[in-house]
Each structure stands twice: as structure tokens, then as C-alpha cells.
């Protein structure tokens, strides 16, 4: 059986990755909604015409919003009354669903996955699959999906559908859309890449002293590399005892007593998503 889908934002930079993983799947019929001139220019470029979103919701089995947050709560509001009963809607993100922006109809259901992108430990068979950082080409990918409301076999159809959109796939993980939140924004966004950033200043600040540009960006790539091995388990070796000692002089100075408790604060991971919503 052919499932319907209807991809909103289909020429943008997230619709485009998944059109291009769907369009020839005999399992699917797309329908692309765009409104956008560049995205417009990009299905042209697929050699593909989008369709007025009047004619696509109608009928989908299936809608995918590759949208960006802050557009989901005032696009969903117009969307949602002219879906099907027993349609699916699926998010890209936690977001909108965390926030509650996204209207509810009890006779739709609506599903929630994001991309892990490739692992950084994954070995890469070809250049194709090194140089695929987003995921979704070459490189394998783990996806996390959450049933936000439905039923069990709304989950399934789901799950297919973001196993088609984000291949290929390394491993497929059913968690719930509070813990989805947690990892992103909280986790991945506000901690590490918050971190990876302040990484990233202070070899600079070290240029600003005087080394050369490249080798300090040979030095800290290098040790940024061997370092994520030794935390994460990977390397199969421990710091040296002089970068423990550095590393526990560093951490009180860096970082707050209560950034842990702050990180988790379900509060707090609410409140960022209402921003990141626009909410």
C-alpha cells in the first residue's frame, strides 16, 4: 500500500535531504508544499513542481513538517483542520510538541523523530561517507522517534516513514518526547556545543598570544580528537595523571557547582523551547 505524503518546507535545506530520500520510494507518494522562491528554485532543480497546500493535506496519510520551529505553531493552526481523520503528522524536532504549540485533533495522530547525524567514532568506508556530516547520504545514522499521541501502530508508521526520510540507518531508538527534549535542546545545544564553542575561543585567545593559527588548529583538533576518545571510552586509555590534575583544577573554575541541576531543570528545558518557538 502507497502512503501519501505531504512534505511542508519541501525546498528547504531539511526538505531537500529527505525528498531526495524519498521521491523514487515506490512505498511513498510525495507532495511538496514550498512558498518560498529559493526552495520553489530548489524543487525546480529536482525537476519537481509544488503543489498548493490546499490540494496536498486533504489527502495525506502522512505529514512531515521540515519546517523551522518558530513557523510550526502559526502554519499547524491553518493545517491541522484540513487534515484526514487518522492522518499522521510528524515533527522533525521536540520543539513544537514540548511547547504545545501544535493544535491537537483526537482523530490524528502525531509523531516526533530527529536525526543523531553520524557517530564521530563510526570508521567511514569512502570519502562520500567521511564528508557526509548531516547524515541522510552515505553515512549510517541512529534516529530517535517518540509517539507523541496515537496508538501503537501509529508508532510503527512512524518509524517507517523516518527510517525512509534519514537513511541510511544504523540503529532506530523509541524514547519519549520529554527525554527528545532534553537531549536537544538541552544537552546537545545549550552544554556541549555551548562548550565546543568556548573550545573553539580559547584557541583563538591562544592566537591572539602568538601561536601560529595552524598549529594551534593542528594542536587542538588533534587533542580534541584523542580527548572525546578518553571520555566517551572509546581510546581504551586513560588522561595521564597531569591532565587529571589539570582537569579537576579547571572544572570548578569553568563551570558552575549547580550547571548540572540547571541542564536538567525541566523548567528550564521548557522555557527554551517556548523561545525556540517563538511561544
Same mark, same amino acid.
Given at each position: 500500500?502507497?502512503?501519501?505524503?505531504?512534505?511542508?518546507?519541501?525546498? /528547504? #535545506?531539511? =526538505?531537500? $535531504?529527505? !525528498?531526495?530520500?524519498?521521491?523514487?520510494? +515506490?512505498?511513498? *507518494?510525495?507532495?511538496?508544499?514550498? @512558498? /518560498? #522562491?529559493? =526552495?520553489? $528554485?530548489? !524543487?525546480?532543480?529536482?525537476?519537481?513542481? +509544488?503543489?498548493? *497546500?490546499?490540494?496536498?493535506?486533504? @489527502?495525506?496519510?502522512?505529514?512531515?513538517?521540515? !519546517?523551522?520551529?518558530?513557523?510550526?505553531?502559526?502554519?499547524?493552526?491553518?493545517?491541522?483542520?484540513?487534515?484526514?481523520?487518522?492522518?499522521?503528522?510528524?515533527?522533525?524536532?521536540?520543539?513544537?510538541?514540548?511547547?504545545?504549540?501544535?493544535?491537537?485533533?483526537?482523530?490524528?495522530?502525531?509523531?516526533?523523530?530527529?536525526?543523531?547525524?553520524?557517530?564521530?567514532?563510526?570508521?567511514?568506508?569512502?570519502?562520500?561517507?567521511?564528508?557526509?556530516?548531516?547524515?541522510?547520504?552515505?553515512?549510517?545514522?541512529?534516529?530517535?522517534?517518540?509517539?507523541?499521541?496515537?496508538?501503537?501502530?501509529?508508532?510503527?508508521?512512524?518509524?517507517?516513514?523516518?527510517?525512509?526520510?534519514?537513511?541510511?540507518?544504523?540503529?532506530?531508538?523509541?524514547?519519549?518526547?520529554?527525554?527528545?527534549?532534553?537531549?536537544?535542546?538541552?544537552?546537545?545545544?545549550?552544554?556541549?556545543?555551548?562548550?565546543?564553542?568556548?573550545?573553539?575561543?580559547?584557541?583563538?585567545?591562544?592566537?591572539?598570544?602568538?601561536?601560529?593559527?595552524?598549529?594551534?588548529?593542528?594542536?587542538?583538533?588533534?587533542?580534541?580528537?584523542?580527548?572525546?576518545?578518553?571520555?566517551?571510552?572509546?581510546?581504551?586509555?586513560?588522561?595521564?595523571?597531569?591532565?587529571?590534575?589539570?582537569?579537576?583544577?579547571?572544572?570548578?573554575?569553568?563551570?558552575?557547582?549547580?550547571?548540572?541541576?540547571?541542564?536538567?531543570?525541566?523548567?528550564?528545558?521548557?522555557?527554551?523551547?517556548?523561545?525556540?518557538?517563538?511561544?
Amino acid at each position: 500500500m502507497v502512503t501519501k505524503i505531504t512534505l511542508m518546507g519541501a525546498g /528547504g #535545506k531539511m =526538505g531537500g $535531504r529527505i !525528498l531526495d530520500n524519498i521521491k523514487d520510494d +515506490p512505498a511513498f *507518494e510525495v507532495s511538496c508544499v514550498e @512558498v /518560498g #522562491k529559493a =526552495g520553489i $528554485r530548489n !524543487l525546480e532543480i529536482r525537476g519537481i513542481s +509544488p503543489v498548493p *497546500e490546499s490540494d496536498a493535506l486533504g @489527502v495525506a496519510d502522512a505529514v512531515v513538517l521540515a !519546517l523551522p520551529d518558530r513557523l510550526i505553531g502559526n502554519v499547524s493552526k491553518s493545517m491541522i483542520p484540513q487534515l484526514k481523520g487518522g492522518a499522521l503528522v510528524i515533527s522533525l524536532d521536540p520543539a513544537a510538541a514540548y511547547a504545545g504549540v501544535i493544535p491537537i485533533r483526537e482523530d490524528i495522530a502525531y509523531f516526533v523523530c530527529h536525526p543523531c547525524h553520524p557517530p564521530l567514532f563510526e570508521l567511514a568506508e569512502n570519502k562520500e561517507e567521511q564528508l557526509d556530516w548531516f547524515g541522510g547520504v552515505a553515512a549510517k545514522q541512529s534516529v530517535v522517534c517518540a509517539l507523541h499521541r496515537g496508538e501503537e501502530d501509529d508508532y510503527q508508521r512512524g518509524e517507517a516513514i523516518a527510517a525512509a526520510m534519514f537513511q541510511p540507518i544504523l540503529r532506530m531508538h523509541r524514547i519519549t518526547v520529554e527525554q527528545m527534549a532534553i537531549l536537544e535542546p538541552a544537552i546537545v545545544e545549550t552544554t556541549t556545543a555551548s562548550l565546543l564553542y568556548a573550545c573553539k575561543e580559547a584557541m583563538e585567545q591562544g592566537i591572539k598570544m602568538g601561536i601560529p593559527k595552524e598549529a594551534a588548529r593542528d594542536f587542538v583538533l588533534g587533542h580534541l580528537r584523542v580527548e572525546l576518545a578518553i571520555i566517551f571510552d572509546v581510546a581504551g586509555f586513560p588522561f595521564s595523571d597531569g591532565a587529571m590534575q589539570a582537569i579537576k583544577a579547571a572544572q570548578s573554575k569553568l563551570l558552575k557547582d549547580d550547571w548540572k541541576e540547571q541542564i536538567s531543570n525541566l523548567d528550564n528545558i521548557r522555557r527554551s523551547v517556548r523561545s525556540i518557538t517563538g511561544d
